[in-house]
């Protein structure tokens, strides 16, 4: 019987073929449009994620400042950090892997008619271990220049690219901000950051010399903490904060004047974002599934006032009105199950040409797949039940008189 | 004389209620036997058409009992009387009813199909019905390639391909020019020779109602007359 039934619904769907692709569009549509962006939303979010795990997910950053928001920030500047702070850190704190400080200023690298402005930034090699930043070429500074302040210095690639086009700048002397210095290596290039800035517009040097020769004090301008990932960073950001609050003189009363920033956290944040605009997205694309749905309606409606006829007849020659009822509800599902497979197969072959394009990863998502495809079957039960019942409970007799 | 195949015992159908109720059938009494050729003759309003839909099991007497094979056909439900259509009877009408955009094969077949036959004697079956009305070359034509005669015939082979116990016609030739309605009418009467099939027939012309053995005439809603030859 059921055979019989998709046999018809077949026929049926095979003999009205314009009538059949228009009713299917509104369905491979909004399959389409659901997969298309929640499969590149999750791209976005996983692109998100990686770039802010190659920050270091096991690292945080110390700087001072007050988190702005209503109550917060009084005017004050809050007091940099001195070595002591660090060193304090490093001596107290268990689970810490490599602390570091910061001292950053901005300047031009010049070399013979080439010049560049960029960010220096004073610090030891714990930078390196706590960025997990491998070096390309050359090596890291020893431990005399780290003690002394050597004028010697690690470069970014933009650097390397923009001075040094060429020629190997391991060993290479270059001017920053007014002091000579030698380049002793170079770091992997990193591209993009998260924010658009260029990670690889950066010269590295010993924090002792960037403090004596550039900035002319002692100030730390934030501090790089590698936690060791079987500690909890809850546990070791706790611990920092409070030890740093004691260094600071601030009383109970006192908000805290420096933020302890997880890369971790700020991941999660921003892909906690981007989930909820795909979420949106998907919301308004699942409004057009609908209105796919309500399409099928429609059509299968329109098919039922024009097949009166048809009906009476099969009515007459013996068709139960459950049989009548079941070939239109089977019709209005294999029509909505050809629209949302149409719809997925569109999607994924949109999504697999547009997320290279992008510059997103192409994520298939089972999930979701699964999920529009069932809706848009659901849609043909809900949506085809209706006119069925209505083909169903025509009285033969006005059927067959029907024009 | 044998058990009636068919027996309407003081039928009336009223249509509507109260004021505007309308009575169609005023007390129907009739008879038919099994291998009969019955046309069924009245002016417009005379009762006949729904007799024609009583006896079809498409519509229910008001009051009155309706008797087919010894069965009390008013006592069935819906799905019942299909089942009964399905079994014993065949349709044909004025307008042939055939499904468009569908070939002759599968409109052939589709009695068939809701009887559940297998896909290769449903085949077998209705090619032996399109060739008992000669339209074996046009099995593949749909009804919009087929003259009005080759239609009907096509519709004659639907009707009689689940070799039912009645095929009730509703004014077969009411469509065709005289020449086709004599093809019609041949058929009809091969049928109800050949394969004993009994047929009523609803019928306006004199020409067509003298192929039948026995002619009832309705009117005001009563059987007037029968005549038996």
Known sequence: ?403 | MAEPLIALRGVTKTFGEGDAAFQALRGVDLEVTQGDFVAVMGASGSGKSTTMNILGCLDTPSSGSFIFKGGHVEQLDVDQRAMLRRRYLGFVFQGFNLLARTSALENVELPLLYRGEAPQNRHKIAMTALDRVGLVPWADHTPAQLSGGQQQRVAIARAIVTEPDILLADEPTGNLDSERSVEIMELLTQFNTDLGITILMVTHEAEMAAYARTIIRFKDGVVEAVERR
Request: aromatic share 6%; proline share 3%; hydrophobic share 45%.
């Open chain 1, 1 to 403: 019987m059921l055979q019989t039934t998709f046999v018809l619904a077949f026929r049926e769907i095979r003999r009205h073929i314009l009538r059949s692709f228009l009713t299917l569009l509104g369905i491979v549509i909004g399959v389409f449009s659901v997969i298309t962006m929640v499969t590149l939303g999750n791209g976005a979010t996983e692109a998100i994620r990686t770039s802010i795990a190659s920050l270091g997910s096991d690292v945080l950053q110390i700087r001072p400042g007050q988190n702005a928001g209503p109550g917060g920030g009084n005017g004050e500047v809050p007091p940099p950090f001195d070595p002591a702070d660090v060193e304090a850190i490093r001596e107290q704190i268990s689970g810490v892997t490599a602390v570091t400080g910061l001292a950053q200023t901005q300047g031009s690298a010049i070399r013979n008619a080439q010049n560049w402005s960029t960010t220096i930034s004073g610090t030891t090699n714990g930078y390196f271990i706590a960025q997990k930043w491998a070096l390309s070429k050359g090596r890291q500074f020893s431990p005399g220049e780290e003690q002394a302040g050597k004028s010697v210095c690690v470069i970014g690639q933009t650097i390397v690219d923009n001075l040094f086009k060429g020629i190997d700048p391991v060993g290479q002397n270059f001017r920053i901000k007014g002091i000579s210095c030698s380049v002793v290596g170079v770091l992997e290039a990193r591209g993009q950051g998260n924010f658009g800035n260029d990670q690889d517009d950066t010269v590295i040097m010993p924090i002792k010399a960037v403090q004596r020769q550039m900035t002319g004090n002692q100030d730390i301008r934030a501090i790089m903490v590698g936690l060791n990932p079987e500690y909890d960073a809850a546990t070791i950001r706790k611990s920092i904060t409070g030890l740093l609050r004691e260094r600071r003189g601030l009383g109970s009363d006192k908000a805290d004047d420096f933020n302890v920033l997880d890369a971790k956290q700020i991941s999660d944040t921003v892909s906690g974002t981007v989930n909820i605009l795909t979420m949106l997205v998907g919301g308004v694309a699942g409004v057009s599934l609908l209105v796919g749905g309500i399409g099928i309606m429609n059509i299968m409606l329109v098919s039922v006032t024009e097949r009166t006829r048809e009906i009476g007849i099969r009515l007459a020659i013996g068709a139960l009105s459950h049989e009548v009822l079941l070939q239109f509800l089977v019709e209005a599902i294999v029509l909505s199950c050809l629209g949302g497979i149409t719809g997925m197969v569109l999607a994924l072959m949109a999504c697999v040409i547009a997320a290279p394009l992008m510059g997103l990863p192409f994520l298939f998502d089972v999930q979701i797949n699964a999920l529009s495809f069932l809706f848009s079957a659901q849609i043909g039960v809900v949506f085809g039940y209706f006119p069925a019942r209505r083909a169903a409970r025509l009285n033969p007799i006005e059927a067959l008189r029907y024009d």
